[in-house]
Each structure stands twice: as structure tokens, then as C-alpha cells.
């Protein structure tokens, strides 16, 4: 018992570090939550597989005062998105835009599926039909049957 109140005390104390400074927060609660939206949207470069809202990295920690400061100043949430991406390329989105440069990256599975598809009907299509039993093997299988 002791164990687990030891565990719940521990994921607490994680849980009031990762929570961000309260001096850090705009004053306009929406702009603080329209900022908040947008760190879902941006992905940390250190973590790589994290948006910045989740993770506590230094540099999460900086790309969430540049777009409070970006809010802040009145620009729309395309105009964050526009600055972070000519600052750090479209990696920077955690759900990039669909456009030619990256074309690849969003139909690649669909391709990838299809081809297989074609290649399995193709495969199976070109499976022969088994030979006919000849005359020699159907008495063997006859006899087979009339001993089991």
C-alpha cells in the first residue's frame, strides 16, 4: 500500500512540473487558448514525435513564447503557422499541408496499397487449375478408400 501511494504521489509531482508557469500565460484567456491550440499543432524538433504542448524540452519551451508573443501581437493562426514553417521547414507541423513537395508523403501509402493489391490478383489470377487425377492415380485413391 505504501508502494502505490509513493507511485501517486510521484505522478503528481510530474504532473504540476510539466504543467507550464502561470507567468508564462497570455492575459486574454482566448488568446491563451488559441495559442494552446497551436502548440498541439507544432512539433517539438528535439522530441520529434511530441507537439510542444507535450513536451518540456528548452526548445518546446522557447517555440511556445514565440507564438504567445506571435498571439500576443494579433497574428492569425496562419500567420504562426507561415513563420514557424519559413523558420523551420514544414517538419515543423505535426500534420503537414497537402501540396506537390510532399505529394509522396500522403498518397505513398495509398500507392503502396494498390500496387500490392494489383500484384496479389495478378499472382493469383495466373495460379493454374490442378492437373486431372490420372487413371492410374484414381484406382490408387479408390483403393485408399475401400481400405479406410
Given at each position: 500500500m505504501k508502494l502505490r501511494a509513493f507511485f501517486l504521489t510521484l505522478a503528481a509531482v510530474v504532473c504540476m512540473a510539466a504543467a507550464s508557469d502561470p507567468s508564462?500565460?497570455?492575459?486574454?484567456p482566448a488568446q491563451e487558448a488559441r495559442a494552446r491550440s497551436l502548440f498541439k499543432e507544432v512539433r517539438c524538433l528535439i522530441c520529434q514525435s511530441e507537439s510542444i504542448d507535450d513536451s518540456e524540452s528548452l526548445f518546446a519551451q522557447t517555440a511556445r513564447?514565440?507564438?504567445?508573443?506571435?498571439?500576443?501581437?494579433?497574428?492569425?493562426?496562419?500567420?504562426?503557422?507561415?513563420?514557424?514553417?519559413?523558420?523551420?521547414?514544414?517538419?515543423i507541423l505535426l500534420k503537414p499541408?497537402?501540396?506537390p513537395a510532399n505529394l509522396a508523403l500522403w498518397l505513398g501509402?495509398?500507392?503502396?496499397?494498390?500496387?500490392?493489391?494489383?500484384?496479389?490478383?495478378m499472382l493469383l489470377r495466373r495460379r493454374e487449375a490442378p492437373a486431372p487425377l490420372t487413371a492410374e492415380e484414381e484406382a490408387r485413391v479408390a483403393k485408399l478408400m475401400d481400405q479406410g
Open positions: 508564462e500565460r497570455l492575459q486574454d513564447k514565440v507564438i504567445r508573443e506571435q498571439v500576443e501581437q494579433g497574428a492569425s493562426d496562419t500567420q504562426v503557422k507561415r513563420f514557424l514553417i519559413d523558420r523551420y521547414g514544414e517538419y499541408p497537402f501540396n501509402p495509398f500507392v503502396l496499397v494498390a500496387v500490392g493489391g494489383a500484384g496479389m490478383f
